[in-house]
């Protein structure tokens, strides 16, 4: 390692503000220090931030640091200034062995830079020594550091033959040779070492320049002699070499298990989603199948029931007509009764003998003694047919519980296609809107609650203003909430109602008169009507046959894509989905249709949406 550097005086230690010696030396950004305080006044008496020497401005004021390194190395500095000539004159002597004896001057100059750089370094704080493979003249001092070269130089006097060394004139002189002289080692170091701090041994003050392999420590040559004999030692340089050839292998096969583990992370998760779709189709199927068999049940009890009270009311009426007829000859037979009562009762032989053969003759009358009521209700033919139907799903529930597979839905959207997905209810769902109603746009007719989220039909018409964005023929209303862009998603709850709308429209659609609704003229919606006939608005109409009843009803939209998505919500099933583009805003809308005396008085509830496991 070579020694030589420039000089160092006290212009380089000096604030270009006040001209002294740093006192708590500070950075810029633009890399020029200042004493903390003289920085700090200069900006104190400016508007603008500007640094002193180069100019530079800073929009904001720098939160500047005490530079620690750049203190130490200028306290050390100062030390120095009073060792300077002991220093000289060590280099003089020196300088005046190596005259006299050759050859020994190289080894003692290296012995005394070795304990000026022991010395000079001791305060400063330890860093590892960092042995590199560049150019050897290269330096790199840390940030804020004054490379340890410098620090030597500028102990020497300018009549020592390290200062006739001119790195812009000359090449650098190569280093002195690996050898032992007298039973001790002489080291070289990189440059890379050179320019940082070298850690010193604490008890001999010398450079840890060998590593023992045996006690796996840094030593100096000093306690390699004193303590490490016949040990296995070699310089930290080859150490680091052979490490750094090992860590790139280590490195290597860290990087494979890295990767194996994050293979087995992507094979995790796609296990997890998979299971995930399976558990997904297997919710919708079994829903389709259960529902199912329930919708065939309550049909099969509603049929049932439909039968036995028309059995009942035939009975009831057969039974009345059979009474009536009885009634009518047991007046009969108490008329008779009466008048041969009278007859016996009676003195007058004539009326008696010429009237009693008319009233002894029996009356016109019924036998009434095959006559019963009879309790047939007719619903065998209901049980027979239910039992049928209990034995073809018990057959399909124990294939299943073999096999472990369900059927997919029968029921399939129209623009559905296996290449295009909808997305899951569980993920629309993270694109909750607060839907609420606008009064303002309510048809007469609509009892709207007070939180503005629920919406029924009334009987008669409410006196209410006539402006222009009230409907006043189509029974309706639309929500507040104008979507411009973005994705959003809101529920409603339809519970039993037989009749109803549902989806969006655009703001600009006609409210007044006959309204033909469908996706040309601003309408997206899914309708019902009797109870179980499902429908899209398209042109024509599209027919739905599903299989499960929906009690709530989700509706998605994706305005830059202009996509309208309806599911069922309780299956978790998607229904439909428009496909269109939307050229300005559109509006929730919700129509409960007329209540049919009644039948359909349940209103549409906007319901808070609660994300499904």
Same mark, same amino acid.
Not at 177 to 203: D, E, I, Y
Not at 316 to 322: K, L
Not at 506 to 517: A, D, E, M, P, T
């Given at each position: 390692?070579?020694?030589?550097?420039?000089?160092?005086?006290? +212009?380089?230690?000096?604030?270009?503000?006040?001209?002294?010696?740093?006192?708590?030396?500070?950075?810029?950004?633009?890399?020029?220090?200042?004493?903390?305080?003289?920085?700090?006044?200069?900006?104190?008496?400016?508007?603008?931030?500007?640094?002193?020497?180069?100019?530079?401005?800073?929009?904001?004021?720098?939160?500047?640091?005490?530079?620690?390194?750049?203190?130490?190395?200028?306290?050390?500095?100062?030390?120095?200034?009073?060792?300077?000539?002991?220093?000289?004159?060590?280099?003089?002597?020196?300088?005046?062995?190596?005259?006299?004896?050759?050859?020994?001057?190289?080894?003692?100059?290296?012995?005394?830079?070795?304990?000026?750089?022991?010395?000079?370094?001791?305060?400063?704080?330890?860093?590892?020594?960092?042995?590199?493979? %560049? @150019?050897?003249?290269?330096?790199?001092?840390?940030?804020?550091?004054?490379?340890?070269?410098?620090?030597?130089?500028?102990?020497?006097?300018?009549?020592?033959?390290?200062?006739?060394?001119?790195?812009?004139? +000359?090449?650098?002189?190569?280093?002195?040779?690996?050898?032992?002289?007298?039973?001790?080692?002489?080291?070289?170091?990189?440059?890379?070492?050179?320019?940082?701090?070298?850690?010193?041994?604490?008890?001999?003050?010398?450079?840890?320049?060998?590593?023992?392999?045996?006690?796996?420590?840094?030593?100096?040559?000093?306690?390699?002699? %004193?303590?490490?004999?016949?040990?296995?030692?070699?310089?930290?340089? +080859?150490?680091?070499?052979?490490?750094?050839?090992?860590?790139?292998?280590?490195?290597?096969?860290?990087?494979?298990?890295?990767?194996?583990?994050?293979?087995?992370?992507?094979?995790?998760?796609?296990?997890?989603?998979?299971?995930?779709?399976?558990?997904?189709?297997?919710?919708?199927?079994?829903?389709?199948?259960?529902?199912?068999?329930?919708?065939?049940? %309550?049909?099969?009890?509603?049929?049932?029931? +439909?039968?036995?009270?028309?059995?009942?009311?035939?009975?009831?009426?057969?039974?009345?007509?059979?009474?009536?007829?009885?009634?009518?000859?047991?007046?009969?037979?108490?008329?008779?009764?009466?008048?041969?009562?009278?007859?016996?009762?009676?003195?007058?032989?004539?009326?008696?003998?010429?009237?009693?053969?008319?009233?002894?003759?029996?009356?016109?009358?019924?036998?009434?003694?095959?006559?019963?009521?009879?309790?047939?209700?007719?619903?065998?033919?209901?049980?027979?047919?239910?039992?049928?139907?209990?034995?073809?799903?018990?057959?399909?529930?124990?294939?299943?519980?073999?096999?472990? *597979?369900?059927?997919?839905?029968?029921?399939?959207?129209?623009?559905?296609?296996?290449?295009?997905?909808?997305?899951?209810?569980?993920?629309?769902?993270?694109?909750?809107?607060?839907?609420?109603?606008?009064?303002?746009?309510?048809?007469?007719?609509?009892?709207?609650?007070?939180?503005?989220?629920?919406?029924?039909?009334?009987?008669?018409?409410?006196?209410?203003?006539?402006?222009?964005?009230?409907?006043?023929?189509?029974?309706?209303?639309?929500?507040?909430?104008?979507?411009?862009?973005?994705?959003?998603?809101?529920?409603? *709850?339809?519970?039993?109602?037989?009749?109803?709308?549902?989806?969006?429209?655009?703001?600009?659609?006609?409210?007044?008169?006959?309204?033909?609704?469908?996706?040309?003229?601003?309408?997206?919606?899914?309708? *019902?009507?009797?109870?179980?006939?499902?429908?899209?608005?398209?042109?024509?109409?599209?027919?739905?046959?599903?299989? *499960?009843?929906?009690?709530?009803?989700?509706?998605?939209? @994706?305005?830059?894509?202009?996509?309208?998505?309806?599911?069922?919500?309780?299956?978790?099933?998607?229904?439909?989905?428009?496909?269109?583009?939307?050229?300005?805003?559109?509006?929730?809308?919700?129509?409960?249709?007329?209540?049919?005396?009644?039948?359909? @008085?349940?209103?549409?509830?906007?319901?808070?949406?609660?994300?499904?496991?």
């Amino acid at each position: 390692m070579s020694f030589y550097g420039s000089f160092l005086s006290d +212009e380089q230690f000096q604030c270009s503000i006040c001209l002294e010696v740093f006192t708590n030396p500070s950075s810029t950004p633009c890399g020029h220090s200042f004493c903390m305080s003289c920085i700090s006044r200069y900006w104190d008496g400016s508007k603008i931030c500007q640094c002193p020497l180069c100019k530079k401005t800073f929009q904001k004021r720098p939160d500047l640091q005490i530079n620690r390194t750049l203190r130490e190395i200028t306290e050390q500095f100062r030390s120095m200034q009073g060792g300077l000539i002991g220093s000289g004159r060590a280099a003089g002597r020196v300088k005046r062995v190596g005259k006299a004896g050759g050859g020994k001057t190289d080894g003692m100059r290296d012995d005394l830079m070795l304990e000026l750089a022991g010395r000079l370094t001791k305060p400063l704080p330890e860093r590892p020594v960092a042995l590199t493979q %560049e @150019d050897p003249t290269t330096v790199h001092p840390t940030p804020g550091q004054v490379p340890l070269t410098a620090l030597l130089a500028s102990s020497v006097p300018n009549d020592s033959p390290i200062s006739t060394y001119n790195p812009a004139i +000359e090449p650098p002189p190569p280093p002195p040779p690996f050898n032992r002289s007298n039973g001790r080692r002489r080291f070289t170091l990189s440059c890379a070492a050179s320019s940082q701090s070298l850690p010193v041994c604490a008890l001999h003050r010398r450079g840890l320049l060998i590593y023992c392999r045996d006690d796996r420590v840094c030593i100096c040559p000093d306690c390699e002699t %004193e303590s490490h004999q016949g040990h296995d030692t070699v310089t930290v340089e +080859e150490e680091y070499n052979e490490n750094k050839v090992k860590a790139r292998v280590c490195e290597q096969q860290i990087q494979e298990m890295i990767g194996q583990r994050l293979q087995k992370i992507d094979d995790i998760q796609l296990s997890v989603d998979q299971l995930e779709s399976a558990v997904e189709r297997e919710i919708t199927s079994s829903i389709c199948i259960f529902s199912a068999l329930v919708s065939a049940i %309550e049909r099969s009890q509603a049929e049932l029931m +439909e039968v036995m009270e028309t059995s009942q009311r035939t009975a009831e009426q057969q039974a009345t007509a059979i009474k009536q007829q009885l009634e009518l000859e047991i007046d009969e037979l108490r008329r008779r009764e009466r008048i041969i009562s009278e007859l016996t009762q009676s003195e007058d032989y004539i009326y008696c003998v010429e009237n009693f053969p008319i009233v002894s003759s029996p009356p016109q009358t019924k036998d009434w003694s095959g006559v019963s009521m009879d309790f047939n209700m007719g619903t065998d033919n209901i049980y027979r047919t239910l039992a049928d139907l209990m034995e073809r799903y018990q057959e399909q529930l124990r294939s299943l519980a073999e096999t472990g *597979l369900l059927p997919m839905p029968t029921y399939q959207p129209p623009d559905a296609s296996p290449s295009r997905t909808q997305p899951k209810v569980k993920r629309v769902q993270e694109y909750a809107l607060d839907v609420t109603l606008d009064f303002n746009s309510a048809h007469p007719r609509l009892i709207i609650s007070g939180d503005m989220k629920s919406v029924k039909c009334g009987d008669r018409h409410q006196l209410l203003p006539d402006n222009v964005e009230r409907f006043d023929r189509v029974v309706c209303v639309l929500g507040s909430q104008a979507i411009s862009s973005g994705r959003h998603y809101w529920e409603v *709850l339809v519970g039993g109602k037989t009749d109803w709308d549902l989806g969006v429209a655009r703001q600009s659609i006609n409210r007044k008169g006959k309204i033909n609704v469908n996706p040309s003229n601003g309408y997206w919606f899914l309708s *019902l009507r009797d109870k179980s006939k499902y429908a899209f608005r398209t042109e024509p109409s599209t027919d739905i046959d599903m299989n *499960l009843r929906p009690h709530k009803i989700g509706i998605f939209v @994706d305005y830059e894509n202009g996509q309208v998505s309806f599911y069922n919500v309780d299956a978790r099933v998607h229904i439909y989905t428009f496909n269109d583009t939307f050229t300005e805003c559109v509006l929730p809308f919700f129509s409960p249709c007329t209540n049919k005396s009644g039948k359909n @008085d349940g209103p549409l509830v906007i319901t808070p949406v609660i994300l499904t496991a």
